[in-house]
């Protein structure tokens, strides 16, 4: 996986999943590291990749990953202090499935919104208790950003956006990452994982730093 921006600069990969709870977790520091890592535009650049966590299913999560993932929304909030709402366990209807959502970030992507698309799926599941498993709830969602949501709904079915989609889930698993979220900093054709700290930017902002400089 060789990024189309030139050679001469360093890409860091932001590997996510909007669904994934530990990249919500994660979302403070992520900010620190991409404010920090302004200043250096003219040799580093930033890249988003979805990395899928889940395929899409209609099914109704078993009972013991809806447990286990209300576990681990405990163990985040007591770790990193990160707000949960999980009313999201009684009001909505659970379902193993965060690709929607991750189309959803490509297609706003594709308007330069990636960012605002994310921040709002994690905002309505999290904090709102709203299922982004559920196009209707993308679709909302991309209308609060500024979205048209004709035409986001009829990018959300198109073949492009799949092929987009599984490619870029192919690209992301290539890439040297042990799950959501990652860092990888591509410098001079090699790949290299970067240290995450969920509560310092500066553990991953150092070892970007030594390679680039070392």
């Not at 994690?122 to 048209?148: C, F, T």
Request: with cysteine; proline share 5%.
């Amino acid at each position: 996986m060789i990024s189309k921006i030139t050679m001469n600069k360093a890409i860091l990969y932001y590997v996510y999943d909007p669904m994934c709870s530990w990249c919500w977790g994660y979302q403070p520091t992520w900010i620190k590291i991409q404010n920090q890592l302004a200043m250096f535009t003219d040799k580093l650049a930033i890249e988003l990749t979805v990395g899928g966590l889940a395929p899409d299913s209609s099914a109704p999560m078993p009972v013991e990953m809806q447990q286990f993932l209300q576990q681990t929304w405990h163990n985040i909030h007591q770790q990193l202090g990160t707000e949960f709402n999980h009313d999201f366990w009684t009001v909505c209807q659970p379902r193993r499935s965060t690709y929607p959502s991750c189309r959803a970030a490509l297609v706003a992507r594709a308007s330069g919104l990636e960012a605002q698309m994310i921040n709002a799926i994690q905002q309505a599941y999290y904090l709102r208790a709203k299922n982004p498993s559920d196009i209707a709830v993308l679709s909302e969602l991309a209308v609060s950003i500024g979205m048209d949501k004709n035409h986001f709904e009829q990018q959300m079915h198109s073949e492009e956006v799949e092929q987009q989609l599984m490619a870029e889930i192919t690209q992301a698993r290539q890439l040297p990452i042990q799950g959501f979220p990652s860092l990888v900093l591509q410098y001079q054709q090699q790949f290299y994982p970067i240290k995450l700290d969920y509560q310092d930017a500066d553990t991953s902002l150092d070892n970007i730093k030594r390679i680039i400089e070392g």
